[in-house]
């Protein structure tokens, strides 16, 4: 029905409107009685065999909702019963932010792909706070936290404490998103110094909790091996958590899309079928490389059951889904969890 009827609809509009439309459609038709329990027979599974232990947490299934769709934490309790094992919100700021400027996100029809340039735009860490103390319990849910835009390199520590602190009581695994291309300023992160520094503090403020809880970095796809190796050095050196693989890519060969279209749309990250390859080839080099020393999440072109398991079988514990979302529908995940058990 989706693929047939809405998606049709749904991309005769402006992405970032239709978004903002499907969060509100969705908010909407879940408050009717009975909707909630249809989607779930819909589109949930529910087997002890999807289960996996990972970073010290319990995932009902393995397939999960990528940051950057429900940024603000509005809709993630009514996302759950699409059959997520767990969603991840953000990326948030410590203060709200408007991002780049419209026009932002574009998406690629014929390479099934999304350019996006939306900057961090989210309404800042208290909105989220708010919105996830409405929590109801049905699965794991990750906290993607980045610094304000307009932040000084010497503050940029400053803004991950203040969200990690924050949201420590309301989210079960964090995210340091230190490798989105859409935000200006970001090169001090990509430095394997500052990261220990960031890691670091972070995780020193961890343990003033009570419970502490697990830290992972989310990376870029476009890192070479040198790089990749520094990545596995670090989270050794640093004993980090885990690693998500990976953010969107500044790469755009072999696109079916024209240069016309390109140069008309310009900067931004790209994701969706075309980082597929790129991304499972980073989950598997920083799998073999550290043979298996650390959980790795996949993310990045998974748009069918064969493209995730493509990523466990590379080395992912877990896969994520965002643009495969928007091109397949809520019924993608019910499609990788039924192949997971067979």
Known sequence: MYKLLLRPLFFLFDPEKIHHFTFSLIKFTSKVPGASALFRSLYLIEDERLERKLLGLTFKNPVGLAAGFDKNAVLYNELADFGFGFI?????????????????????????????????????????????????????????????????????????????????????????????????????????????????????????????????????????????????????????????????????????????????????????QPIKEKSTQVIKYLSDKSNKAFPIIGVGGVHSAEDALEKIEAGADLVQIYTGFIYEGPSLIKRINKALLK
């Not at 410590?94 to 735009?121: C, E, V």
């Not at 090169?187 to 419970?211: R, S, W």
């Open 88 to 272: 991840e919100i953000g990326t948030v700021t410590p203060k709200g932010q408007t991002g780049n400027p419209k026009k932002r996100l574009f998406r690629l029809k014929d390479d099934q792909g999304i350019i996006n340039r939306m900057g961090f735009n989210n309404e800042g860490l208290e909105a989220a706070i708010e919105q996830l103390k409405n929590n109801k319990g049905k699965l794991i849910i990750g906290g993607n936290i980045g610094k304000n835009t307009e932040t000084k390199p010497e503050d940029y520590t400053k803004d991950y404490l203040t969200c990690f602190n924050a949201l420590h009581p309301y989210v079960d695994y964090f995210v340091l998103n230190v490798s989105c291309p859409n935000v200006r300023s970001h090169a001090k992160l990509n430095d394997k110094d500052y990261l220990e520094e960031l890691i670091g503090a972070v995780q020193k403020a961890n343990k003033t909790f009570n419970v502490e809880k697990p830290i992972v970095l989310k990376i870029a796809p476009d890192l070479n091996n040198n790089q990749l190796d520094e990545i596995v050095q670090l989270v050794a050196d640093t004993n980090l958590d885990g690693v998500i693989a990976s953010n969107t890519s500044m790469d755009r060969s072999g696109l079916k899309a024209s240069k016309t279209l390109l140069d008309h749309i310009g900067n931004g990250g790209l994701s969706g």
